[in-house]
């Protein structure tokens, strides 16, 4: 079962929860990315979201299928990401995973979003505390360094 979407609508956890709710799973992964205060040492106040919305739909729908091809076809899936101006602190995407046991919940959960992150039109533009902006590329993983 997957649910995916674009919404300019506050996250909630607990529906991508509630979505991955299964009396066969014993275990749920989420995810929660959010605004972050600092990027690459430079103050932030907020970040803007422009995307495509159908064209990320079906994309999102494309990785939440392979997860299901790879862990399980009893996996509950969930992505949801936002669009428009998001302040510090507000969630930007939401993944989830149920399955049976942790290992396949974990690993499709971080398929999910790491495949969003190189794979979907989804243009991330950073507004900076001495009221410059600019538009940051995607990122995959990035290194802890």
């Not at 932030?44 to 990320?56: E, W």
């Not at 299901?68 to 969630?91: C, F, K, M, S, T």
């Not at 049976?100 to 989804?122: N, T, Y």
Request: glycine fraction near 6%; include cysteine; charged fraction near 25%.
């Amino acid at each position: 079962m997957i649910h995916v979407d674009i919404t300019e609508a506050i996250l909630d956890p607990m529906a991508a929860l509630q979505h991955c709710c299964s009396d066969a799973h014993g275990a749920a992964a989420l995810f929660i990315g959010r605004v972050r205060n600092l990027n690459d040492g430079r103050p932030v106040t907020a970040v803007s979201y422009d995307l495509h919305p159908q064209l990320c739909r079906n994309i999102f729908s494309e990785i939440c299928q392979e997860a299901i091809d790879q862990w399980g076809p009893d996996l509950r899936v969930y992505l949801v990401h936002r669009q428009g101006r998001l302040e510090i602190g507000e969630a930007s995407v939401i993944t989830a995973v149920s399955s049976g046991h942790r290992d396949e919940s974990f690993k499709a959960c971080r398929h999910l979003i790491e495949q969003m992150k190189v794979r979907a039109p989804i243009w991330k533009q950073e507004h900076y505390v001495d009221g410059d902006s600019e538009w940051i590329k995607g990122h995959a993983l990035r290194s802890s360094d």
